[in-house]
């Protein structure tokens, strides 16, 4: 059974839109944060959150078209609301990244040298997760039949982040070199970098759901 049928295949196309913004977003999130660690360059990375801010509003309002197509029948009634649902999810990943170029910028947190090294593997990490999401939503359209292998990915990728930041906050909280008022900021940026992954498993859960429903 396909989820769009007549009409609903223009909201398809809106949705793909969609992923792409997100995507878009994410790329330069990814680009601005690696650099940072390398550069330690703050004007430049405020500049990147606001370019993310940018791709974020376009994405909320193609968002918005989504659901008001949703509301017009385009879409078999059983799964409006799990669209709409997963889409309410989906928007936390552009927010989550603009939230995080924001701690680092408006903060101007500076990340000690011990740290970096692990901090961009658990960036790498979430980053790729947020890459198995988007094609775990296309897939749900064009081939339903690899949903189950993209979530699989996901969930693997959601338990090397968790492991990531243990690891990270283990010496955020050892390191004598480090003040006691920065360990608690750090701390919360990789948390906040985790929880790409932790909402990418959300999705794929709902994903994998509404793909149940589908076959039903």
């Known amino acids: 059974m396909k989820l769009f049928f007549g009409k609903g295949k223009a909201v398809e196309k809106e949705i793909f839109e969609y992923l792409k913004l997100i ?17 330690n360059k703050r004007k430049e990375l405020l500049n ?16 918005r078209n989504i659901e008001h197509a949703l509301y017009g029948k385009a879409l078999l009634p059983e799964f409006r609301g799990d669209i709409m649902r997963l889409l309410e999810r989906l928007d936390r990943l552009p927010n989550e990244c603009q939230t995080i170029l ?7 947190l500076i ?17 790729l997760s947020v890459d198995e999401v988007i094609s775990l939503i296309r897939d749900l359209f064009t081939n339903p039949k690899e949903v189950e292998k993209y979530a699989k990915k996901i969930d693997q990728l959601e338990s090397q ?8 906050i283990r ?41 149940i429903k589908v076959k039903i």
Do not use: W
């Open 48 to 63: 990147a959150g606001e370019n993310v801010h940018s791709y974020e509003s376009k994405a909320d309002d193609t968002k």
């Open 171 to 211: 010496k955020i909280f050892s390191s004598k070199s480090i003040d006691k008022c920065d360990r608690l900021l750090l701390k919360e940026l990789v948390i906040e970098i985790g929880s790409l992954s932790d909402n990418a498993e959300m999705i794929s859960d709902m994903v994998t759901i509404i793909n």
């Open 102 to 108: 924001d701690m680092i910028g408006l903060q101007n």
């Open 111 to 127: 990340i000690p040298g011990i740290l970096k090294e692990q901090l961009i593997e658990l960036i790498q990490v979430n980053a």
């Open 161 to 168: 982040s968790d492991s990531k930041e243990r690891e990270l």
């Open 23 to 39: 995507n878009s977003g994410k790329k330069i999130f990814v680009n601005s944060l690696l650099e940072y660690l390398k550069t």
